[in-house]
């Protein structure tokens, strides 16, 4: 039991410093990028495009952020399903620590983004097709309110143009400002911040807490793992889980809901330790969205658009049909490419 843990401690460390690399990297790229400002201008044609790229990038932070977007009405649902899909969050970084796995990562990728994408369009004109067009409207009616807004600012400086110099021209009735739009400070954004609430506005700093809060989850995720593959035997494991390797993604699915970091790190380990096939793994990091499902029901009712806790179940079944369907997808063209 010892040597057992001892194997747990090693390979968490030989992992530390990739890890350092990969965060520094995502952290510096993240604080160049603008998620409101990105999908708020492009959401109803490209929405679920930019969602599974802006997901894919490894950080749960974008999942909370994005659920943010929703919640203020900037985004549709369609979309939201197709972030929370692509969502990597500690996969990605623990996955390119094991040497000689970038092609697997570029394929969990790949899969995951090809879903988000899909799933994003096909739910966004049929499940939430009548919230689409709302939105729709709603964005209608904040643009000819922008337009009328622009053109009294216009009139209101024709008029003062027109007034001997020293006369202060009159002042105009006021025009409402749009209560559903966001001002652009109040945007959720993920500039200069990944959702945890903990990082440092040095991007070194950041980087090494999320490299020893991954590295912790590590070293506890694989002993635990090692611990139960030595009292109930790896053969056994092995062969009990992957006995049922067709019914592996509905099951890792449902446990890819479940928030926080240690979840994927999780499904990655066991799928690096042969116990779980490739799709189940892109089955359950594809409902892994880390603290974006605890956003979605904060608060019991959405900020200003009537939405209510029923949207939030009809999402995350969305979310979890769409896994399951992708990781069976992958489980089968893998059984007939004889691959992974």
């Known amino acids: 039991m010892t040597e057992t843990l001892l194997e747990a401690l090693l390979d968490t460390l030989k992992t530390i410093p990739i890890l350092y690399f990969v965060y520094l990297l995502i952290l510096f790229l993240q604080r160049k990028m603008d998620i409101g400002l990105l999908l708020g201008k492009q959401e109803q044609r490209f929405g679920p495009v930019i969602g599974a790229l802006l997901g894919s990038f490894p950080q749960c932070g974008f999942s909370a952020a994005c659920t943010e977007l929703y919640r203020a009405g900037i985004i549709g649902a369609g979309t939201l399903v197709s972030v929370y899909i692509s969502t990597s969050d500690e996969a990605i970084p623990v996955l390119l620590s094991h040497p ?16 988000a994408v899909l799933a994003g369009y096909l739910l966004a004109n049929t499940v939430f097709r009548r919230q689409m067009k709302e939105l ?18 216009e009139y209101e400086r024709f008029l003062a143009s027109q007034q001997p110099e020293g006369e202060v021209p009159p002042s105009q009735s006021e025009v409402p400002e749009a209560e559903s739009s966001l001002p652009p400070e109040q945007v959720p954004s993920l500039q200069g911040n990944c959702g945890c609430r903990s990082c440092s506005s040095n991007v070194f700093v950041s980087a090494l807490y999320h490299t020893l809060r991954t590295g912790i989850f590590v070293g506890i995720t694989l002993a635990a793992i090692n611990l139960a593959l030595y009292w109930i035997g790896e053969e056994r494991l092995a062969a009990f889980l992957l ?24 499904l990655v380990e066991l799928y690096t330790a042969g116990t779980i096939s490739f799709g189940a793994a892109v089955a359950g990091l594809s409902t892994g969205a880390g603290f974006g499902y605890l956003m979605l029901f904060r608060g019991g009712r959405w900020n200003g658009s009537g939405r209510n806790g029923r949207d939030g179940l009809k999402i995350l ?5 769409a896994a399951v369907v992708s990781g069976l997808a992958v489980t089968l063209i893998s059984r007939w490419m004889r691959i992974l």
């Open 317 to 321: 079944a969305c979310t979890y049909g």
């Open 243 to 266: 006995s049922g390797e067709l019914l592996q993604p509905f099951v890792t699915a449902l446990i890819g809901f479940v928030p926080g970091c240690a979840v994927s790190v999780l």
């Open 100 to 115: 000689g796995r970038m092609g697997e990562v570029a394929l969990l990728l790949a899969s995951k983004v090809i879903t």
């Open 136 to 153: 729709a409207e709603r964005r209608r009616e904040e643009a000819e309110l922008r337009e009328e807004i622009r053109a009294a600012e």
